[in-house]
């Protein structure tokens, strides 16, 4: 069932199968609400604050990029994420999943002069009947290394915490905070909560934890430890007696700094991603008037927009650098003088250069130039222009398809690798650049390895790695595209109503037979 947004002025609910839901608030992108089989499942303080003006208490609040207070570190507890507003970016159809962004510029000054870092965060989250995922893709776009601490910070809600134990902990270390930092050994397998626990477990390498009491069971992936709290009646964060009914339990990472390194990026890649040069409406030729200029820039951002549909559809892709090797020879045989641009040295007898040539060595995408993008998303939209057409006059043509990557995954791979396979192409999603759409060459690759084949059917498929959901067909090639040519032809018989017997419409079985 596809996730149904209702947007409203500071939040977002979130709405799954079986009356499902979630409410996200857009201050520090907290969930503040997560109701599955008809019953509440997070705790909310009676006294949590919701005008974002301070970070929310209860629910699920992001922690970046600190956990607690760092010694030397000047940031607030917990660091910004949660005290920041985010940016909604509505449902993305390709993976299902909301997405919400947030980067160094959205970030208050009061914040960001204490941790000058360029980064980008993407919170993505998935609902089901009784699931919620959220996943942090943290990305940086600066121009040097940074370190960070992150945890999901869920309140889980509980009717009596007497009445509840954690499960899968038992043997790993922990560092006891309410004993000063204690180091100790979890020898419980059942741990039950009679007093203030504010325990983080170091390195567990577990994927699993199981909440006894409102039954839950925690997942997680790429977050090492694990942290307990509960302030118990002493601790005054809380209302009376609301310890009772609330318990963290939470995958982390932060009893190590993870460094992130800057997007691994082919060299160009990264050139015209970072300073924009995909987007740049660079000055045209001196023979275009204005008014042919007025028309480029409107077929320009007409580009632009539907490849921002196709983003929103799930479309992946990359961008594969090039390499411009040149030589450049001595200009006269007999000096040492050189050219300053290529040349062909033509010799009738042999020749010894006086000097070594000029070597150049240049990175280039010549596919992210904006002429370039404009006339690929052109051809684009030419084929579900086509598609359209075709499909609203029943016309059989090479319709072009491709299912799901994770249906594909579903079918075709094992249950023991599908978990794998599926984070895989999830976090070559989640890493797309939020404006081109493009990732890493390394991530495209290890995605499309989960790739289904391409599909050819005389009826419209959804075609999921392009994002495009409604048909397509190929038509910009017909001179060296045997396929395209049909295409026209079928169209062009449409088009003379067939009052011309050189372009009759050809039958769909025909059409079918063509294309084995």
Known sequence: MPLR???????????????????VHLHGCTITSWIADERERLFLSEDAVLDGSKSIRGGIPLVFPIFGTVQGNPLPQHGFARSSTWKWCGVDKGTNDARFDLT??????????????????????????????????????????????????????????????????????????VVKG???????????????????????????????????????????????????????????????????????????????HTTNRHPSLARYLEKGLALR?????KAIDKKEREDLLALQTSARSHSQMRLRNGLLQSAFGDTDLRLFWPDNINNNALVTTSQTVTARKPVYPPAFPSIRLKSYSPDLSPSHILVSESMVIAGRVAAMYSKSRKLPVPYRGQISMFDHIREHYHPSAQDSAVATVQTALASRDPTSGLISPIEYEAATSYMPPANISTSPLSQFSMGIPDGYVKVTSPLRRYLDLLAHIQIKSVLLGGRNSFYPTIPSKDVETIIV
């Open 5 to 23: 947004a209702q947007e409203e002025k500071d939040k977002v609910i979130l709405h799954g199968p079986a009356d499902a839901s979630v409410t």
């Open 104 to 177: 160094n510029d959205q970030v208050p000054e009061d914040f960001s002069r204490l941790w000058q870092k360029k980064f980008h965060l993407t919170c993505h989250i998935t609902l089901g009947a009784k699931e919620l995922t959220t996943r942090l893709v943290i990305r940086n776009t600066d121009t040097t290394r940074f370190e960070f601490q992150t945890l999901f910070h869920t309140y889980f809600s509980v009717t009596d915490i007497a009445k509840v134990a954690v499960l899968g902990l038992k043997d790993f270390e922990f560092t006891d905070k």
């Open 182 to 260: 204690a180091k100790s050994k979890e020898t419980r397998e059942r741990i039950t909560i009679d007093q203030e626990v504010d325990r983080v477990y170091e390195s567990v390498n577990t994927s699993r934890l199981y909440l006894e009491g409102p039954g839950i069971e925690i997942y997680r992936a790429n977050l090492p430890d694990v942290v307990l709290w509960n302030p118990w009646k002493e601790n005054k964060i809380l209302r009376p007696n609301e310890y009772k009914e609330m318990m963290c339990v939470e995958y982390f990472a932060g009893c190590s700094y993870i460094s992130s």
């Open 281 to 285: 409406n660079q000055a045209m030729h």
